[in-house]
């Protein structure tokens, strides 16, 4: 024994000794050379190697090789690299060194963020999917949302307008609400954020601060958010400091953006032609003895007028308005950070800059962020720390979209008549304003650009703080106080010189300031054990209390003097108002995981939640869920299957809730209802709400059963997902009868169900030098509306300026579209009349079905004529490496979806919408019916017939399915020789355009854009949104 | 460090926990919710006020603009005026009024009965909660006149238009409890009718001092009485009521020219001709009227006409009613015009209405009152009625005090069946543009002669509107009970 210590002793002094001597002898630095193999023994490009304790590092070149200088100190290399397991590998007086990777089989140990908690991978028995930092920063866009596109089965999101900033709308397991809230909650750094601001509220944060992105979807997961949940929890983790010497890194691109697609518009002499035939035909049409060679004199009225400059259009110039509001624009991006620390304190600290102008003249974002936080273990109990978030976001916008009369640019732009120059030779702006040619008053759209001034700008800071005590190893109390301060002002400023259809018009400005205050008090108790050999334990438990106060001021102004002052100070202020809303919910949570023999897991959760929103019968509701899985893997009789490394079976079922309301909505309001008494205004008032004490939540109940396998050593990994997701007592805002005095009431009822599969397959199909990696989602969701107050009760919703064009009733998805179905164009005359039914059709008038076969097309006659709800969706991305060089390829879509082209509809009158293919398209004569290759039902050209074509119809209906190529990236890594004699640890340089093509058949600028941001209710319908971009750009990302 | 810890823990607990109760007890700090509501006289003060802004509701006179639903139903489909824009997808509805080929969907029809129902649930909550406030007597029978005297011209403007309509006297707490409420007998609306406004004549006022200008007075109450029983053919009645209100001497045709009773400058004090009326205020307060602006020729521009923006060519004359003024008439220059002249000097021939004549102000921001029962309305009924009884010559005076203000000679020695032709003839010119016109001639059952003499496609089935689809979409029971004809 004794014997047995003083060796021990001595071989260790042995070893002091000589290490020392070792020292001396390489007090200088020394080169390290050494090469990394794959498990075939081939060299493994794009290696990260790190001195330990250090930031000293490089990555392995095209072979798999790498030189480093290391001094006498270092000791440890870490090798690691993405699908392999990371090795540490001590360099004791070795000057050349090689290592095998051993690829990981799975990521198992990988940890994924769930609720108030971490949890391993294999441990996981709900449906949760992760995002790391890489795959988020692929695709150069302004918020974190829009890189989640195509990553996550399960997941939509639409980009429903390309303006820089513009609406996201994200989407987990199909719409769950028909008038709450469908957004899923955010939490970022374990605060569930407000999601409010200019824009996208997720603009205020950089993508490139984040560290991973975790998406709850099914109840097991979402249970714990409670009465927030149920439409899914997005968990965003910002970057924290880690050990080790401090590390640069540098991450910029810059590029430009164009339009991604240019619409063919008529010239001017296809466009006089277009006119004239209109014209004529409406003429025609509702004055049978006139002729077509009749004078204008002799026609009624202007809007049958064919003038002179349309007969003889020869000369005409034309202009593409398109080419005058888009522009080649710049994006720019700028990030440094610079993270460490000891084993006691770690920090990060970055900062960034972002600045994209928009591919419309006028508009554009702008974004500098900070980010901050410190971790500080201040005893062996204690751990405490904070993070700070700042930014501040500015936006320069432009009306887009809407109808001309509303200074829509887009309808403006197609709209106008081409032969009217943008710029008169006087060098005013050339418009159709007063309306000449019996043409209708158009703005000249870039004058709206340019006149009108809309502006935003928001200071947002998310801060955090926390203390961690240890009361045992395993049992640790935790209180986080976190607040989201978030201030952000818009203004808009409206010159007399420019209205919508008259030359001059009173200037008008308004300006509105938010303060949105969000604070969250927790405290948590958490549990994690190994009993024994056979079980595991982890339990977490808490108490937590948010309250949200978010203020607003609007004041707006007329009666400007002059156009000098460009905001209400020029004018007298006649509007105003504040608003001040608060909300509070407190609740109390608990969640356990329970794991026995590594094999059979199970968890179960509850939350409690009392929220303010909800009627006093109705405040408090508890949320419970649970889970189990099985790894099939584990059993012994899966031992002798090589080729599994992980089977696990999972299976959840619980409740969450959706309070996404808004405030007040139980209370009944009193209107301002004045009146003139005595030539004076007179204040009235009225209740313009029902009240409604048992307003509650919207209840769901989801169903979750799901496969994850990992095969052929962690070559292909499979995850599947079926769920049934059930909300109930929704929150409605039913049409009433007029005889209760009102015309709505928001009630509780009705039920939706979605029910659908999630796949997602990972493959790294060559590994070695040549390496190519393929990750493939696809999403089937089936939307149902199951109840609401009655089976005949329809929810109707119009936008797009062609009444009610959506529709929600027992039976369909939520908002598809609802209309005459259009078969065909009349051919003749007489075609029409036998038809019988449209009285009022002539030859070239669209033909509607009667589907109530009662001789007459009216309103009864509507049916459900498209959905713009995809079947499936799906992402198919690529990864390819070779020496150093890496391309990716992100592709994603959505099949079966349609858009109404409200764009189109607002055509035919021979005074609106130039659009080529309606030209080519439209009705002539029998013998020259049009050419067809965009779908819809195009008839004659008419202004004004009596057979109404316009009115809402499946003719305005398209398939908006497509394929799209987001992102391609090639980027380049330095070789390590090379980059360290610059001290320089890794330096990448890509180039990458993100929308480099869409495969479509719709011919609008884009199949995803909506007029009506977030509105379930109305979405698909194509308005005039602010077109989509194609980026170009060039970045490099530098580590030292 | 430990002790110090666990107060830090016990504290932020106690911090979200303290006041559970109050914590999510969060009412409205910037606006008004009815909890406390109908307690004190401002409130009821405020109530009926926001009971009177109805008559600016869309479905009934709006704020004097085109959109007005009752104009529209009461005048539009007549042969009085029609409209100066093109039939199109916006204009269809209007058309559709004009034309005789009204759709269910028809917005003009489901806003008249919205608005009306809305008034009338303002009414009803008024009234329901009148009898507990604790407020002096004088101002309980006012108020309640007023909400009966607004709840019986709601019914009646409803029962005129759409026939037998849901009798609805409370408020309501439950959103679904109307959902299968069926229509009342016609009769049934006319007794609660008749019951309101014999309430109002006995609460409201004698007279209504300038400061409250645009408040209903007893007189008001009659004078819709006496309509209301003209309209259900009980002649003695409405001779009796409307006797009343000439017997009060507070009116007369004689004060005022024809042209200054719609004059912005003739303050309520000297106008002896208007009763009730939709009261209007410029100033860009959101009370003006666009009744002249919209009234100008269709696209011309409004400076042509002292005012702003282009016109809508809303009421617009028919050639018919021109030549409906006899020669001398001196209402027809007040009442419209043939022609204007355009900025280049060329004479547009466009008829256009000038009643509500106003220049200067902005587009859909003047001053002038919509009338809703004049004097001359008063003695017209009167004559009828009196002629209905067999009284011809005693009923002679009546139209011939309103034929003298015009410039016109008086009517003598009619028999009956001319008298009445010539009550209509003059009902028609001298309340032209007053949303009078389809009313009287379905009232006296002349509808389907008069109109299809003059080739508009007119039905008797016409005489009433179909139950808005609205409704009738949210009510299975009102679906199965649609108007005829439709």
């Known amino acids: 024994m004794t014997e047995n210590l003083l060796r021990a002793q001595s071989k260790g002094l042995l070893m002091v000794m000589l290490s020392l001597i070792l020292g001396f002898a390489q007090a200088q630095t020394q080169v390290l050379t050494g090469k990394i193999l794959d498990e075939s023994g081939t060299g493994l490009p794009g290696v990260n190697i790190l001195v330990k304790g250090s930031s000293l590092g490089t990555t392995t070149d095209a072979n798999g090789t790498f030189n480093l200088e290391v001094g006498p100190s270092d000791n440890i290399l870490v090798v690691s690299f993405i699908g392999y397991r990371t090795s540490e590998v001590v360099i004791g007086n070795q000057t050349s060194i090689t290592v095998s990777l051993a690829p990981d089989a799975q990521q198992l140990s990988e940890v994924v963020v769930v609720g108030y908690g971490e949890l391993e991978k294999k441990d996981l028995t709900g449906s949760v999917s992760s995002v790391s930092a890489k795959d988020l920063t692929k695709v150069q866009v302004s918020s974190v949302d829009q890189a989640l596109q195509g990553q996550i089965a399960g997941v939509q999101i639409n980009t429903t307008s390309g303006a820089p900033g513009g609406n996201v709308n994200v989407l987990i397991r199909g719409v769950s609400s028909i008038s709450g809230g469908v957004q899923p909650l955010f939490v970022v750094d374990g605060f569930p954020i407000s999601n409010v601001g200019i824009g996208n509220p997720l603009n205020t944060l950089n993508p490139n601060d984040i560290e991973s992105v975790d998406v709850l979807k099914d109840a097991s997961a979402t249970a714990i958010y409670g009465s927030r949940g149920s439409n899914g929890v997005i968990i965003i983790t910002t970057k924290r400091g880690k050990s080790g010497a401090p590390k640069i890194e540098l991450n910029s691109y810059v590029g430009f953006q164009e339009v991604s697609k240019k619409i063919d518009l008529m010239n001017a002499q296809e466009y006089a032609q277009f006119v004239i035939d209109g014209r004529n035909a409406g003429y025609l049409d509702n004055f049978p003895a006139g002729n077509i060679n009749d004078n204008n004199a002799t026609r009624p009225g202007v809007n049958y007028d064919v003038s002179d400059k349309y007969r003889n259009a020869a000369s005409l110039t034309t202009t593409d308005w398109q080419d005058a509001i888009f522009r080649r624009a710049a994006i720019s991006n700028h990030q440094l950070s610079i993270t460490g620390g000891t084993d006691a304190v770690r920090y990060a600290i970055s900062g960034g800059y972002f600045n994209q102008d928009g591919i419309i003249i006028n508009s554009g974002l702008e974004r500098y962020n900070f980010s901050a936080n410190v971790d500080a273990k201040v005893s062996n109990k204690v751990t405490v720390g904070f993070s700070l978030l700042p930014s501040y976001t500015s936006q320069q916008d432009v009306p887009t979209s809407g109808h001309t009369g509303e200074l829509g640019m887009i309808n403006s732009a197609l709209s106008m008549d081409p032969s009217i120059p943008v710029y008169n030779e006087d060098g005013s702006y050339g418009n159709s304003i007063p309306p000449t040619d019996g043409n209708v008053a158009i703005q000249n759209p870039v004058k709206i650009a340019n006149e009108l001034k809309i502006n935003a700008s928001q200071f947002r800071m998310l801060a955090n703080a926390y203390v961690d005590y240890a009361i045992l190893p395993e049992l640790k109390l935790r209180t986080t106080f976190g607040t989201d301060l978030n201030y952000f002002k818009d203004s808009r400023w409206n010159p007399s010189t420019l209205a919508s259809s008259a030359v001059v018009g009173p200037a008008t400005a308004s300006a509105n300031t938010w303060e949105n205050v969000n604070w969250l008090s927790e405290t948590t108790l958490s549990y994690k054990k190994q009993l024994g050999a056979d079980h595991r334990i982890d339990f977490v438990g808490g108490f937590t209390a948010q309250k949200e106060t978010s203020q607003r001021i609007n004041v707006s102004a007329n009666n400007f003097a002059d156009d000098l002052i460009e905001n209400i100070n020029g004018g007298i202020v006649n509007a105003g108002y504040q608003n001040t809303d608060i909300n509070t919910l407190m609740s109390v949570l608990g969640r356990v995981n329970y794991a026995f023999k590594d094999r059979y897991l199970v968890t179960a959760t509850v939350r409690s939640d009392g929220s303010s929103r909800f009627g006093k019968n109705n405040r408090w509701g508890t949320f419970p869920s649970a889970s189990i899985g099985w790894r099939v893997s584990q059993e012994g009789f899966m031992s002798d299957v090589a080729v599994v490394q992980d089977v696990k079976i999972r299976a959840s079922y619980g409740t969450t809730g959706n309070n996404a309301i808004g405030n007040y909505r139980s209370v009944s309001f009193l209107g301002s209802n004045n009146y003139v008494i005595g030539n004076a205004v007179t204040p009235g008032l009225a209740p313009v709400t029902f009240a409604n004490d048992n307003l509650t939540w919207e209840f769901q109940s989801q169903l979750n059963v799901g496969l994850d396998f990992s095969v052929a050593n962690g070559r292909v990994n499979f995850t599947g997902d079926i769920y049934d997701k059930r909300n109930k007592d929704m929150l409605f805002n039913v049409q009433t009868p007029s005889a209760t005095g009102f015309t709505n009431a928001l009630v509780n009822l009705g039920e939706v169900q979605n029910k659908g599969l999630e796949l997602a397959v990972g493959t790294r199909n060559f590994v070695g030098k040549f390496q190519w990696s393929t990750n493939v989602n696809v999403t089937f969701n089936k939307n149902e509306v199951l109840a609401m107050s009655s089976d005949a009760e329809r929810i109707f919703a119009a936008t797009g300026g062609r009444g009610n064009t959506n529709i929600t009733q027992v039976g369909d998805p939520i908002g598809v579209f609802f209309g005459r179905r259009a078969v065909g164009v009349f051919q003749s005359d007489a075609e029409a009349i036998e038809y019988g039914a449209q009285p009022l059709a002539r030859a070239g008038d669209i033909k509607w079905a009667d589907t109530d076969n009662n001789g007459i097309i009216n309103d009864n006659d509507r049916e459900v004529i498209g959905s713009p709800h995809p079947d499936f969706y799906f992402g198919f991305n690529n990864t390819f490496s070779y020496k150093g060089f890496t391309l990716d390829i992100v592709t994603n879509g959505m099949v079966g979806m349609d858009v109404y082209s409200a764009v189109f509809a607002i055509n035919n009158s021979g005074v609106h919408n130039n659009a080529k293919f309606v030209d080519e398209a439209r009705w002539r004569s029998p013998e020259q019916p049009g050419t067809n290759d965009v779908g819809g039902v195009f008839g004659r050209a008419i202004r004004g017939g009596r057979n109404a074509n316009t009115t809402f119809s499946s003719a305005y209906i398209f398939d908006a399915s497509y394929w799209r190529i987001r992102n391609v990236s090639l980027g380049y890594s330095f070789p390590s020789t090379m980059l360290s004699k610059f001290k320089i640890q890794q330096a990448r340089l890509y180039i990458a355009v993100n929308n480099l093509y869409t495969f479509t058949k719709y011919f609008g600028y884009d199949p995803e854009v909506g007029n009506a941001g977030g509105n379930q209710q109305v979405l698909g319908v194509d308005w005039g949104t602010y077109p989509m971009n194609r980026t170009s750009t060039i970045g490099l990302n530098i580590t030292l | ?486």
């Open chain 2, 1 to 486: 460090m430990k002790t110090k810890l666990y107060i830090l823990f016990t504290l932020s607990v106690l911090m979200g926990m303290s006041g559970c109760e109050d914590f999510l007890n969060q009412v409205p700090v910037t606006a008004r919710s009815a909890e406390n509501f109908y307690r004190t006289a401002g409130d009821f003060q405020n109530a009926v006020m926001g009971t009177y802004a109805i008559f600016k509701n869309p479905g009934l006179y709006s704020n004097g603009t085109a959109t007005a639903s009752l104009l529209w139903l009461g005048e539009g489909a007549s042969d009085n005026w029609d409209y100066g824009q093109t039939k199109n997808t916006a204009t269809l509805p209007r058309y559709e009024i004009l034309e005789f080929n009204v759709s269910l969907s028809n917005p003009i029809l489901s806003t008249a009965w919205t608005g009306h129902y809305i008034g009338i649930g303002r009414a009803n909550a008024i009234i329901e909660k009148l009898p507990a406030a604790e407020i002096s007597d004088a101002l309980k029978l006012r108020y309640e006149g007023e909400a009966k005297f607004l709840r019986a011209f709601f019914y009646f403007n409803l029962v005129r238009t759409f026939g037998k309509v849901q009798l609805i006297e409370n408020s309501f707490s439950d959103p679904f409890a109307a959902n299968t409420i069926p229509r009342s007998e016609v009769s049934q609306v006319y007794d609660l009718i008749i019951s309101d406004l014999t309430t109002a004549e006995n609460n409201l006022p004698t007279a209504i001092p300038a400061g409250e200008a645009g408040r209903a007075s007893r007189w008001a109450a009659k004078a819709l009485l006496g309509k209301v029983y003209l309209t259900r053919t009980q002649y003695d009645l409405a001779s009796q009521k409307l006797a009343e209100v000439i017997a009060s001497g507070l009116f007369n045709v004689t004060a005022n020219s024809y042209a200054e009773v719609f004059s912005p400058t003739t303050s309520f004090v000297n106008n002896k001709d208007v009763i009730l009326s939709v009261q209007y205020l410029s100033g860009l307060v959101s009370q003006g009227s666009g009744l002249w602006s919209s009234g100008i020729p269709f696209g011309a521009p409004g400076t042509l006409f002292g005012t702003t923006g282009s016109g809508d060519g809303f009421m617009r004359p028919t050639a018919d009613l021109e030549s409906a003024y006899e020669d001398g008439d001196l209402r027809k220059d007040a009442s419209m015009l043939p022609s204007y002249v355009a900025t280049n000097g060329n004479t547009i021939n466009e008829r256009y209405m000038v009643k509500y004549r106003q220049p200067g102000p902005q587009a859909g921001d003047s001053d002038v009152d919509f009338p809703i029962l004049r004097y001359a309305d008063v003695l017209l009924m009167h004559a009828e009625a009196v002629n209905e009884l067999g009284q011809t010559s005693a009923a002679e005076p009546f139209l011939n005090q309103v034929r003298l203000r015009a410039g016109l000679a008086p009517m003598e020695g009619l028999n009956q069946g001319d008298f009445r032709l010539a009550v209509e003839q003059e009902r028609r010119v001298e309340l032209a543009f007053e949303g009078h016109r389809w009313f009287d001639l379905v009232r006296t059952n002349r509808h389907v002669e008069v109109m299809s003499a003059k080739g508009y496609p007119v039905e008797d089935f016409h005489k009433l509107f179909p139950v808005p689809q609205r409704e009738t979409d949210l009510n299975p029971v009102l679906e199965n009970d649609q108007n005829e004809g439709y």
